[in-house]
């Protein structure tokens, strides 16, 4: 009888144990791309609280990913034949995000192992690509490989390991920069408490990256009205081409 007792009592203890919650926010929720637009930097802020809204006990790292939407997107190699580069072999992933940032307090790789950074796509090497179709893994991993640089030679896809720094055990902060090349969209904004090897709490957030003024109504028509808009061009080209002509004529 008092060993059952002490069981419900320990059944009881753990049901009423609760881990830390996370309180995110961003600097900004909607970013407007003009004219000049140049890119922005984003900081990604929040604190670390029990449920009741106290200081969480214990120590935690800070992992933030932040990931625009996703596209297919065709990965095409080049081979130089008779000393000219041309198109060769070719895949297309059918889910590859058009911005992935990561931020962390330390080295994703000292705070899980592979199977947790895996789960969670934390970290470039992690990120789950699809390819459409069968393909070799090898052949797989040379076209992610090369996506991968591509992508991060552009400054869409980012790793800041240490970039996430956190004060007192509680606030946490990171900065992101979107590259003026950004794709319009919702952004998700997911933060992890992590502690010995686990993830203890996660939350999201969102931004939304949209077009303004008249870059809007050009992006706008050229999805709405594609015929109009591809005859308007090309009547503006010709204009163009007759204007420059009469001018060079006149000199």
Known sequence: ????????????????????????????????????????????????????????????????????????????????????????????????????????????????????????????????????GVIDPAEQKRFSDGLVDLMRRQGLYQENEGAVKISGQVLYQARISLPSSVQTGTYTAETFAVRDGRVVASAISRVTVRKEGFERLVAYNAQANGFFYGLFAVIVSISMGWIAGRLFALV
């Open 1 to 132: 009888m008092a060993r059952l007792a002490t069981l419900v009592l320990a059944l009881f203890l753990c049901a009423g144990a609760r881990g830390p919650i996370l309180v995110p926010e961003i600097s900004q929720h909607e970013i407007q791309v003009r004219q000049g637009f140049t890119g922005a930097d984003l900081l990604l802020f929040g604190a670390i609280l029990t449920p009741e809204g106290a200081r969480a006990a214990g120590d935690y790292d800070i992992v933030v990913l932040l990931e625009g939407p996703t596209r297919s997107i065709v990965v095409r190699e080049k081979r130089k034949v008779a000393g000219i580069w041309v198109n060769a072999d070719s895949t297309e992933f059918r889910s590859a995000p058009s911005f992935y940032a990561l931020a962390s307090s330390r080295p994703v790789a000292a705070l899980v192992d592979g199977k947790t950074a895996a789960i969670y796509e934390m970290g470039l090497k992690w990120l789950q690509l699809s390819p459409v």
